[in-house]
């Protein structure tokens, strides 16, 4: 089930009921890519959310009629193959964790909150291939989502006034890497040596909805070659 509405003067939203998944975001970037061929410069942006598309016009060539027939027809069509291939051939981005309490001041904390060791800490949250299903909060920044329900923690009530660049954090089921230093309220256990947003890359944001992601436990010696400080 979805709904079709509007998103300020020239903006269109499309927003599907239900939990957030996998072959949902697929489908919904799906439709994003369609839709930049479908109506070239007359859109200006689009944004992929959990379970929303949001479509923003040029103001003054918008037909708002037609951008909604073509929307609802699009949300109700089976997922373009071809797309999905493109999807699935993505490469794994691997990026590599120091897990230490000196660079991670939750670590200690959440194994004995949940009662686990910090190696089983450690190891629940490296297994998984994680799905990127949305951006936002900062630049570069990703949702990453399933962890463990082990590792099920709530935002700290409080957040911290400055978190630091290439932290690795968790907060109920999702994890990410705050990209630049920035107020947080996410549960720290790691630290990504990696640049996740560098505006002289292209593109900037090492990470973009759709991708699968694992994270790479390594040594301080590791860390620290690859560009790490504490």
């Not at 919904?28 to 379970?51: K, M, P």
């Not at 037909?63 to 797309?83: I, K, M, N, V, Y």
Request: net charge negative; with cysteine.
């Amino acid at each position: 089930m979805f709904e079709i509405g509007p998103a300020g003067e020239c903006g269109i939203r499309l927003v599907f009921s239900g939990e957030p998944h996998e072959a949902l975001t697929s489908k919904l970037l799906s439709i994003q890519h369609s839709a930049r061929q479908r109506f070239g410069t007359e859109l200006i942006d689009s944004v992929v959310g959990y379970t929303t598309l949001t479509l923003f016009f040029e103001p003054h060539n918008i037909e708002r009629d037609r951008a909604t027939a073509w929307l609802q027809e699009s949300a109700g069509a089976d997922t373009d193959e071809a797309f999905l291939a493109q999807l699935a051939a993505r490469p794994v981005v691997v990026l590599p964790v120091w897990y230490h309490p000196s660079v991670a001041p939750d670590l200690e904390w959440l194994a004995e909150e949940n009662a686990l060791s910090v190696d089983t800490v450690i190891d629940l949250h490296s297994d998984p291939t994680y799905f990127a299903y949305a951006t936002g909060f900062a630049p570069g920044f990703c949702y990453l989502g399933t962890t463990s329900p082990k590792l099920a923690v709530p935002r700290l009530a409080t957040p911290r006034s400055e978190v630091s660049a290439g932290s690795v954090a968790l907060a109920d089921q999702q994890t990410a890497v705050y990209p630049g230093p920035s107020p947080g309220g996410w549960r720290l256990i790691g630290s990504c040596p990696l640049r996740l947003f560098n505006l002289k890359a292209s593109p900037p944001a090492l990470l973009t909805i759709g991708d699968s992601v694992r994270f790479e436990p390594v040594s301080e010696s590791e860390f620290r070659a690859l560009g790490g400080s504490v």
